[in-house]
């Protein structure tokens, strides 16, 4: 099983920039549909960017498209999450997670990271 370990959270002002980063060990992310969820305070945790195996986005949430942007460096072992045009709502933790199905489900991931924590300011 992949261990994955999430940092870049912290805080910013809405309208600012942040990247996440997701490392990952144990073994090669390259197998895996990698995505990000996010679960803030009284909500369920939910899917807002993945990219298979192949490299290929999957569909944003209409809450985040256009703003954040996922990607994978397989050499590196490494998943980003590039957050643009922040906006208050985005306050959350920022979960990492592999599946080896091509899934925005959460119940199909079954490697998850630690959380990193993102608030934005108004």
């Known amino acids: 099983q992949v261990q994955l370990v999430e940092s870049g959270g912290g805080l910013v002002q809405a309208g600012g920039s942040l990247r996440l980063s997701c490392a990952a060990s144990?073994?090669?992310?390259?197998?895996?549909?990698m995505a990000w969820f996010r679960q803030a305070p009284g909500k369920e945790r939910e899917f807002v960017a993945g990219?298979?195996?192949?490299?290929?986005?999957?569909d944003y949430p209409d809450s985040v498209k256009g703003r954040f942007t996922i990607s994978r460096d397989n050499a590196k072992n490494t998943v980003y999450l590039q957050m643009n045009s922040l906006k208050p709502e985005d306050t959350a933790i920022y979960y990492c997670a592999a599946s080896g199905l091509v899934s925005v489900q959460v119940a199909d991931f079954r490697s998850w990271g630690q959380g990193t924590q993102v608030t934005v300011s108004s």
């Open positions: 144990g073994r090669t992310i390259s197998t895996y549909t």
């Open positions: 990219i298979s195996r192949s490299g290929g986005s999957l």
